[in-house]
C-alpha cells in the first residue's frame, strides 16, 4: 500500500507539490536559523576560542594563575611527550602548542642601526607543518593583506597597521626583542612574509605571528610551550565535553602541590567567557523555541490546507464506498511521506546555505570600518548534529498533525450530500 | 472597500482554525521584533548610560600621551591641570584622575595593575570614591570592582602591599587595605585597576596638581575643544564601540527578522493560493456581479493584509502587557553576569520608541500585502465563465 | 642655658663629624673599588625559580663611563656583547647580527634573567653625588668589624630612596648592601664576600644578589680573574666593536 500511495504522490503532483514544497521551505528556514543563531551568538566564543583559549587549553598551574601577564618562565616543558599523550588520550580534540609572548619589533636602517620600534603581541604557533590547522583555525589566509603566509622557518606575519605604523614591507628584515624563558634578553632575525588584518582592534594593533619553532630558538624555549590549545575535531565547543576532559585530566595528570604540573581548563573556565557560554545557550534555547514553535504552526496549517485542498476528491473517494478510516490513514500515510521527504528535502537545503553562511559568512565589514573592539567582521552560522534532525519536529511532526486535524472531517462528511457537492 | 473588509472579515473568521494558526505566528512576527529590537535600544541606552556614569561622564580630555592600549606610556602621561578648568573642578562639574602602573602583591603572588587617584568626594561617577576617605593609619584605602577582587581572590578589608615608581623613577611600596568592592557593568573601570585618592597618588608619584584625564560632567561640557596638551574625547566618540557593537547586533539579528518574517508569509502565500483555488465559483459570482478583476483581485488582498491587522491586535493582547512588563522589570538573565566582556547589565531593559512600533508594523503589513497579492494576481487570467462554473483553470 | 647651648653645639659637630666620616669612607670605599680601568672575567650564577644557569663574561672597564662585556658561555649568549658609554647602552646578538640600543622601559628589563636590572647596572654616578649618608651603627660580619652606612637620596631620579651598606672598618670594602623603596620597603640585598687582595687592593670577588620581590635564589657573581690598570683600547669603547 505504502508503494501504492507514494506513486499516486508523484504522479499527482496537485496532491504533492505544494505541501512538499511548504514543509521543505520550513524545515530549510528551521535549520537555518537554529545554526545561525548559534553562530550569531557563538560568533564571540569561537573568536575567543581560536585566538586566546583554545576549547580546552593546557599550562601550568602556575602559569593558569597569571595567564594575563604571559608568563613564559612558568611555561609547561617537555611538551613533546604530554602532546603525544594528549593525542593519544583525548582523541576527541586537535591540540597544539603555542607560545604566547610580548616584546618589540625593531626595524634596521640601511647601517643596521634601529629605524623604527614598537610594542608587539606575539602568537607561535604550529604554523608550517602541513599538517597543522592552525593558520586555518586563526584564519590567517583570508585575513591576509599583502604578501603571503610564512612558508620557511624565520618568516614572520605582522598585522596590517603595525607594519604600516613601522614602516615594513613583506621581504624586509626585522628583529624581535623579547625575553626566553629563563628572563634574558632575546634577539631574533624575521622575514617579513606578509601582512594581515583581523578586523580586531586588540589584535590589528601590534599582532606579530610566527612558526612555534622560530619562537623556541628564539625565546629559549626548546620543547617547551606556554600553552597546548586544543579543539574539537568535530570543530565546535561542546560546554559539558570540555569540562568533562579538562576533569578526566586533571585527575590524572594535575598535581595541585606541584605548580608546575600541568592543568586542563576548558574555554568557559578561563575569564569571563563561562557566562557568556552560559548566556549564548540560553539565547539559544529561547530564540530557537520560539522559531520551532511558530513553524509547527505554519506546517500544521499548511497540513490542513493540505486536506482542504482535496475536499472533493476525498468526497468521490468516500462516494466510490472508500471506508472512511481508511481515506483517513492513507491521508495520513501521504502526509507522513510528504512530512518526511520534506523534512529530508528541507533539512538539506537549511545545512546547505547553512553551510555557505559558515563557511563565507555575511560580510558586514563594510558597517565596521575602524572598529575599535573586538568584534568578528562575518556572521557565521554554525552546524551543529542537532541541526541533523530539528527540522523534523516541524516538519514531520506538524504535518501529520494538521493532517489528522483536518480530515477529521472526513468522519463527519455524510455520504447522502455527497453528490450534491460535488455537483457543485 | 468597506464591504471588500467586512467581506474580508467575514471569510477570514469563517475559516477558524486555518486563520487564527496564521495570525499566531504573525503576531510573534510583531511581538519578537518589537522585543528583540527593544532589548537591542535598551542594551544600547543602557551599555550608554553605564559608561556616562562609571567612565566617561559627559565627555573627557586625555594628556596627548595616554594611550589605553599602551601601559607604557602612563610613565609620561600626566601634566598638570590647565588653568582654565581649575574653577571648574572647584565646582564639581569636572574630575581630574591621575592614572600610574603599580605592582600588587596579594597573597605573595605578584601582579601588575593600573592605579587610578580619584577625588573621593566626586559625584560625577557611581564610584564610592567616598570610601577612600575611610581613616586607616598604616595604610592607604583603596577600592576596586568586582572582576578585580575575583580574579585576585581578595575581600574587603584585605591588605597587601602596592610597590610602584615614582615620577622619577624611585621605588615605593605602601601596604592598601580595600575599603570597597563595586560592581560595576563596565569592564573597563574594573579590570586590573585599583583606586585610590587623587591625592595619595600625586603624593606617591610625586607629580602634584597633575592629571591624565578630566572628565567633566554629563551635559556640562565646558566647550573647550582645544586644549594645549590635551586631548577632547566627545562622549560620542568614547560610546563609539557601543553603537558598533550594537549595530552588529542589529544586522545580525535582522537575519532573524526576516527569517520570521519570511515563516508568517509561507503560512500566507499558502493559505491565499489554496482559497483562490477553491473559490473560483466565488470569484466567477464577484465578476458576475460586476466587480471588475481589479477589484477581485483586491478583495482577495485587503483579505490576506488582514491576516497582519488580526495577527497586530492579537499580538497587542498579548504583547503589550508581555513587552510592558518587560519594560518594567527588565529581562534578567539567569546568571552573573559581573564579568562580562563588555559593558552589559544583569537586566536589560527593553527600550521601545513610537517609531520602532510604527516602522515594525508598516514593515510587517506591506510585507503581507504582497504576500496576499502575489497568487491573486491569478484571478485578474481567470476565464469568469469557467470560474463561475468552478472548473479548474 | 649655656648647658643646652652647648648640648646643641656637640650634637651639631657630632653629627657632622660622624656625616663627614660617613661620606668619607663612601669615598674611600668608590677609590678602593673603582680604578682607572680594570679587566676581568666573571661567572654568574643564577638561580631561577625551576633551574640554575651560569654565564661567564669578560668585561673591560675604564672609570665609570666605559664599560665593554662580551659573553663567553653558554653557547647561547656567547658572542652577546654590551656595551655602556655614559649613560647610553647598546646590545649587540651575534645570531641577528644587530646592535640594539636598550632604553625606556627596556631598562628594566633583568640582566640575562638574573636579579640584577640594566638599570641597575646603568647608574654610574658617585654614591656621595647623590646620597647623602650617615654612620649609624657597627656591626660584626663573618668576623669582620663593619660601620652601617645608611644613605638618602639627595637627588629625586634614583631607583632607591634609602641604602643601607656594611663597610669593613679596615679594608674599606662593603660586604652588604640593602637597598629600600621609599616606605621603607627592602627591595634588594647585596652580599659580598671572598674579599682578596688583588695589586694592592681589597676587592670582593663573590656577590650575591636577591630581589626580594622575585622568587628564586638570587643571582651569584663571581669574579674569576681581575687585571686593575691594563692598557685597553679605545676602540673597543666604540659601536664598531660590539661586530668584531
Known amino acids: 500500500m505504502i508503494k501504492f500511495l507514494l506513486k499516486g504522490l508523484i504522479r499527482d503532483k496537485s496532491r504533492s507539490r505544494l505541501p512538499f514544497l511548504v514543509v521543505t521551505i520550513g524545515v530549510a528556514l528551521t535549520v537555518l536559523v537554529h545554526a545561525y543563531i548559534v553562530g550569531f551568538m557563538g560568533d564571540i566564543i569561537e573568536i575567543n576560542a581560536r585566538f586566546s583559549t583554545g576549547h580546552m587549553k593546557v599550562m601550568t598551574r602556575a602559569y593558569e594563575q597569571e595567564m594575563n601577564q604571559v608568563p613564559n618562565d612558568l611555561a609547561l616543558t617537555e611538551t613533546d611527550s604530554l602532546l603525544s599523550l594528549l593525542s593519544k588520550q583525548f582523541p576527541s580534540a586537535e591540540w597544539s602548542p603555542r607560545i604566547r609572548f610580548g616584546g618589540l619589533i625593531d626595524v634596521p636602517d640601511e647601517n643596521g642601526e634601529t629605524r623604527s620600534q614598537g610594542p608587539a603581541m606575539g602568537l607561535g604557533i604550529d604554523l608550517i607543518n602541513p599538517g597543522s590547522a592552525e593558520a586555518k583555525r586563526l584564519n590567517l589566509e583570508k585575513s591576509a593583506v599583502r604578501g603571503k603566509l610564512p612558508s620557511e622557518y624565520g618568516e614572520i606575519l605582522l598585522s596590517e597597521n603595525f607594519s604600516l605604523k613601522l614602516g615594513v614591507n613583506p621581504g624586509d628584515k626585522v628583529t624581535l626583542i623579547s625575553s626566553t624563558m629563563d628572563g634574558s634578553m632575546a634577539f631574533y632575525n624575521f622575514i617579513v612574509s606578509g601582512t594581515v588584518a583581523f578586523g580586531l582592534e586588540s589584535l590589528d594593533r601590534g599582532m606579530i605571528i610566527a612558526d612555534i619553532s622560530d619562537i623556541r630558538t628564539a625565546l629559549n624555549m626548546e620543547d617547551a610551550a606556554g600553552e597546548i590549545t586544543g579543539f574539537f575535531k568535530n570543530g565546535f565547543y561542546d560546554n559539558d565535553e570540555a569540562i568533562a576532559e579538562a576533569d578526566r585530566f586533571n585527575a590524572t595528570f594535575s598535581d595541585n602541590s606541584d605548580d608546575f604540573s600541568p592543568l586542563m581548563v576548558s574555554l568557559s573556565s578561563q575569564g569571563s567567557l563561562g557566562t557568556y557560554v552560559n548566556m549564548v545557550e540560553l539565547w539559544t534555547l529561547m530564540i530557537s523555541s520560539i522559531f520551532i514553535f511558530a513553524m509547527s504552526l505554519v506546517l500544521w496549517n499548511a497540513g490542513i490546507l493540505g486536506g482542504l485542498r482535496r475536499y472533493g476528491e476525498v468526497g468521490i473517494r468516500l462516494a466510490i464506498g472508500e471506508e472512511k478510516g481508511h481515506v483517513y490513514r492513507t491521508m495520513i500515510y501521504e502526509s507522513l511521506m510528504i512530512g518526511f521527504a520534506g523534512s529530508v528535502a528541507g533539512t538539506l537545503f537549511g545545512l546547505f546555505f547553512a553551510y555557505l553562511i559558515q563557511k563565507y559568512g555575511i560580510n558586514i565589514s563594510g558597517m565596521m570600518q575602524g572598529s575599535a573592539i573586538m568584534l568578528p567582521t562575518d556572521i557565521r552560522a554554525k552546524i551543529q548534529p542537532v541541526d541533523f534532525y530539528i527540522g523534523f519536529i516541524p516538519g514531520l511532526f506538524s504535518t501529520v498533525i494538521g493532517t489528522m486535524l483536518a480530515g477529521i472531517g472526513i468522519y463527519k462528511r455524510q455520504t447522502a450530500k455527497l453528490f450534491k457537492e460535488l455537483e457543485a | 472597500m468597506k464591504i471588500a473588509i467586512k467581506l474580508a472579515y467575514r471569510n477570514l473568521i469563517g475559516a477558524g482554525l486555518r486563520t487564527w494558526l496564521n495570525v499566531i505566528v504573525l503576531s510573534f512576527s510583531f511581538v519578537v521584533i518589537i522585543w528583540m529590537r527593544g532589548i537591542i535600544n535598551g542594551w544600547n541606552r543602557q551599555a550608554k548610560d553605564d559608561m556616562t556614569a562609571w567612565e566617561i561622564g559627559g565627555g573627557q580630555y586625555w594628556h596627548e600621551k595616554y594611550d589605553p592600549f599602551d601601559p607604557f606610556t602612563l610613565s609620561e602621561s600626566h601634566a598638570p591641570v590647565p588653568e582654565e578648568l581649575i574653577p571648574i573642578i572647584n565646582r564639581g562639574e569636572m574630575e581630574p584622575y591621575l592614572i600610574s602602573q603599580g605592582t600588587l602583591y596579594p597573597r605573595g603572588r605578584m601582579q601588575t595593575i593600573i592605579v587610578k587617584g580619584i577625588n573621593p568626594k566626586q559625584d560625577i561617577f557611581l564610584l564610592p570614591s567616598q570610601k577612600l576617605d575611610t581613616l586607616i593609619t598604616d595604610a592607604i584605602p583603596a577600592v576596586t570592582g568586582s572582576i578585580m577582587a575575583r580574579n585576585l581572590n581578595i575581600t574587603r578589608g584585605d591588605r597587601m602591599m602596592l610597590q610602584w615608581r615614582d615620577a622619577g623613577g624611585t621605588f615605593d611600596a605602601t601596604d592598601i587595605v580595600i575599603t570597597e568592592i563595586f560592581s560595576a557593568n563596565v569592564p573597563n573601570v574594573d579590570q586590573g585597576q585599583i583606586y585610590i585618592s587623587l591625592e595619595n597618588l600625586q603624593k606617591m608619584m610625586n607629580l602634584p596638581g597633575e592629571a591624565t584625564i578630566i572628565t567633566y560632567r554629563d551635559g556640562h561640557s565646558p566647550g573647550l575643544t582645544e586644549l594645549d596638551g590635551w586631548n577632547h574625547k566627545t562622549k560620542q566618540e568614547l560610546t563609539s564601540s557601543v553603537d558598533e557593537l550594537i549595530k552588529v547586533k542589529s544586522v545580525g539579528t535582522s537575519v532573524m527578522y526576516v527569517i520570521l518574517l519570511l515563516l508568517a508569509m509561507l503560512g500566507i502565500f499558502d493559505t491565499q493560493v489554496l482559497s483562490i483555488f477553491r473559490r473560483q465559483k466565488e470569484i466567477g459570482t464577484y465578476i458576475a456581479l460586476g466587480y471588475t478583476r481589479r477589484q477581485v483581485v483586491g478583495l482577495f488582498t485587503v483579505e490576506g493584509t488582514m491576516n497582519a491587522v488580526l495577527a497586530a491586535i492579537v499580538g497587542a493582547f498579548y504583547g503589550i502587557p508581555f513587552l510592558a512588563l518587560q519594560a518594567k522589570t527588565g529581562w534578567t538573565m539567569p546568571m552573573d553576569t559581573s564579568d562580562f566582556g563588555m559593558a552589559i547589565a544583569q537586566t536589560l531593559y527593553p527600550a521601545y520608541s513610537a517609531g520602532l512600533v510604527i516602522m515594525t508594523v508598516i514593515v510587517i503589513m506591506f510585507t503581507t500585502m504582497i504576500v496576499s497579492y502575489w497568487p491573486s494576481r491569478r484571478i485578474a487570467r481567470m476565464n469568469p465563465t469557467e470560474a463561475l462554473r468552478g472548473k479548474i483553470q | ?244
Open chain 3, 1 to 244: 642655658m649655656k648647658r643646652i647651648l652647648l648640648i646643641i653645639t656637640t650634637l651639631l659637630f657630632t653629627v657632622f663629624v660622624s656625616s663627614q666620616n660617613a661620606d668619607d669612607i663612601l669615598k674611600k670605599v668608590e677609590s678602593n673599588i673603582s680604578s682607572d680601568n680594570r679587566i676581568f672575567e666573571s661567572t654568574m650564577i643564577i638561580n631561577g625559580a625551576r633551574s640554575s644557569r651560569t654565564i661567564t663574561s669578560k668585561s673591560y672597564v675604564v672609570g665609570d663611563k666605559q664599560s665593554f662585556t662580551e659573553y663567553l658561555s653558554p653557547a647561547r649568549e656567547k658572542g652577546t656583547k654590551m656595551l655602556k658609554l655614559e649613560n647610553q647602552l647598546w646590545i649587540y646578538s651575534p645570531s641577528t647580527d644587530r646592535i640594539i640600543q636598550i632604553a625606556g622601559h627596556m631598562l628594566r628589563q633583568s640582566v640575562m634573567g638574573s636579579d640584577l636590572s640594566y638599570e641597575d647596572m646603568m647608574d654610574d654616578r658617585k654614591l656621595t653625588d647623590i646620597y647623602s649618608s650617615k654612620v649609624t651603627g657597627n656591626d660584626n660580619i663573618e668576623g669582620r668589624e663593619t660601620w652601617i652606612l645608611e644613605l638618602t637620596a639627595k637627588v629625586t631620579d634614583v631607583a632607591y630612596q634609602t641604602r643601607k651598606m656594611w663597610i669593613d672598618t679596615e679594608r674599606y670594602v662593603p660586604l652588604r648592601e640593602e637597598l629600600f623603596a621609599k616606605s621603607g620597603q627592602m627591595l634588594k640585598r647585596t652580599t659580598m664576600s671572598e674579599v682578596e687582595n688583588i695589586n694592592g687592593r681589597w676587592f670582593p670577588t663573590k656577590i650575591v644578589y636577591k630581589d626580594l620581590m622575585k622568587q628564586g635564589g638570587g643571582t651569584e657573581f663571581k669574579i674569576t680573574q681581575v687585571q686593575f690598570n691594563q692598557k685597553i683600547p679605545d676602540h673597543i669603547f666604540t659601536k664598531a666593536s660590539l661586530k668584531q
